[in-house]
């Protein structure tokens, strides 16, 4: 005897998207909290994490992480087209989504990218750190608009499937 519900396929994609949603927010928390407070200390010094033979370059990680995050969100855009309300949140996580990835690739990447080929020096560089410290606040409003639209992604989880033309 089987006593399970099986949801239907267009809340399973949500709910893949979602979880696929929190890896990537406790990636980006993990970094935010442990390897951007590093990197940011003391510019140019503190840019050691940068450098070879152990440099950090998680490039490929992000890469990968967002092309699996976005797969899914959008094969769940797929299946949950014909509930008109939860096409309407999903649309505008979608397009909030894409501004946020699109800031990401027109700022955050190009610094980041500047700051990784910058030689290491042991000296203090007053604009490098102000440069650093921009970076890693307008990373954390970042990181909190990410778990935000996640969020809004839940509450994609109460809409019903029915009656919802």
């Known amino acids: 005897m089987r006593n399970t519900y099986q949801y239907p396929t267009a809340t399973r994609w949500l709910f893949y998207s979602i979880c696929a949603y929190f890896i990537m927010n406790g990636a980006q928390l993990w970094e935010t909290a442990i390897m951007v407070p590093a990197w940011t200390a003391a510019p140019p010094s503190s840019f050691i994490f940068f450098q070879k033979p152990y440099m950090l370059d998680f490039k490929m990680f992000w890469i990968i992480i967002h092309g699996i995050h976005e797969s899914v969100f959008i094969t769940a855009v797929i299946f949950n087209w014909a509930i008109k309300n939860r096409r309407k949140l999903m649309l505008l996580v979608l397009v909030a989504h894409i501004a946020v990835r699109i800031w990401t ?24 750190q ?36």
Do not use: C, M
């Open 105 to 128: 690739l027109t700022y955050f990447a190009p610094v980041i990218t500047e700051f990784q080929q910058l030689p290491y020096s042991d000296t203090l560089d007053i604009s490098l």
């Open 130 to 165: 102000e440069k650093a410290a921009r970076w890693r606040n307008l990373n954390y409003l970042r990181v909190v608009i990410f778990f935000a639209l996640n969020f809004l992604l839940i509450h994609g989880l109460k809409i019903k499937e029915k009656n919802n033309e």
